[in-house]
């Protein structure tokens, strides 16, 4: 049987164990590819490294990793401290850990709440070339490799790490990026990209600038795996899609027609297939779903159910991406 035309994941959060553990374990029994779990000091979500070892003990099958995790400063994650907790859950779960990373938002209120747990916040390209340095530091880590390095926020002065990560060179490293500078790091050092909250056409616009960025590095385009985060809502009838839709854009605080808004996966499963099969062709790989009814199950399981068969219509050498 063929797989989906693209893989996909569910994005989790919140601080219920009770009830994570049972939305992961059915994520995992229904055949999702991936299941993440966010990272950071904000007060809907554990310290998210400690889950992901929770999560490997969950699952059996499904790749895991953070939603996304930082390494903007050694006092948000230091590469060191967090290349080891890294192997730690790559063998916890026998090899199924996907590192991923994100720049940080732009907003001041992002700033001030990691300010306010005193960790400095800089301007987005000295984010940028600081999760460069991170994210080599971490492979030469893994590689076994006695790292020396003096760069602008991390010091190593003969650092080595053992014992090594179960996946060789390492655990594959996703970037989350949506600005010029973020997708030019992304082409030169990731395995995967991520965009939030975007259409389809908007995706296939980054994804062909992405394309040159990788030519001009000396990659192929399909070197690099790509990824949508995305709300969803897969409901039965038009009338529950109104609903839930009001209720999402409630719930967030959002006025109708807001980007974020108009990028939903919503509705009944042949319209989501069929809006899945339009990010494919503008270049998805992967997409990462947040469901609306989470943490009940329903919408996991009509998705699972309802949707991914659909979603083996193309065959393999139609697709796009490794």
Request: proline share 7%; hydrophobic share 50%.
């Amino acid at each position: 049987m063929l797989a989906p035309v693209v893989a996909v994941g569910v994005q989790t959060w919140g601080t219920d164990l009770r009830a994570l553990r049972r939305y992961w374990a059915r994520a995992d029994e229904l055949g999702y590819a991936r299941i993440t779990y966010g990272d950071g000091l904000w007060s809907w979500t554990h310290d998210g490294w400690t889950l992901l070892a929770v999560l490997a003990g969950e699952t059996r099958r499904a790749r895991i990793g953070p939603a996304v995790t930082y390494a903007f400063d050694a006092a948000a994650h230091h590469p060191s401290w967090l290349a080891k907790r890294a192997v730690a859950v790559d063998h916890a779960s026998d090899g199924r850990l996907d590192l991923r990373l994100a720049v940080g938002a732009g907003d001041a209120a992002t700033a001030a709440e990691w300010a306010a747990h005193g960790i400095p916040y800089p301007d987005g390209a000295e984010r940028v070339r600081r999760l460069e340095e991170a994210v080599r530091a971490m492979r030469a880590l893994w590689a076994g490799e006695t790292v020396v390095m003096s760069a602008r926020a991390f010091r190593l002065a003969g650092a080595r790490l053992g014992p090594a990560p179960v996946q060789r060179p390492g655990p594959p490293v996703w970037i989350a990026a949506m600005r010029p500078q973020a997708l030019a790091l992304v082409s030169r050092v990731a395995d995967g990209w991520e965009a939030s909250f975007v259409t389809p056409a908007r995706l296939a616009g980054m994804s062909s600038r992405l394309d040159e960025l990788l030519a001009a590095a000396g990659r192929p385009a399909a070197s690099l795996r790509r990824s949508v985060e995305l709300d969803a809502i897969v409901v039965a009838s038009p009338r529950e899609h109104d609903a839930w839709l009001e209720r999402f854009r409630t719930a967030r605080g959002l006025p109708a027609g807001h980007a974020i808004v108009d990028a939903v996966l919503a509705g009944a499963p042949p319209a989501v297939a069929a809006r899945v099969r339009a990010y494919a062709a503008a270049g998805a790989t992967d997409l990462m779903l947040g469901f609306a009814d989470f943490p009940e199950t329903g919408m996991l399981e009509r998705f699972a159910r309802e949707v991914m068969p659909a979603l083996r219509a193309l065959t393999p050498a139609t697709r796009r991406g490794p």
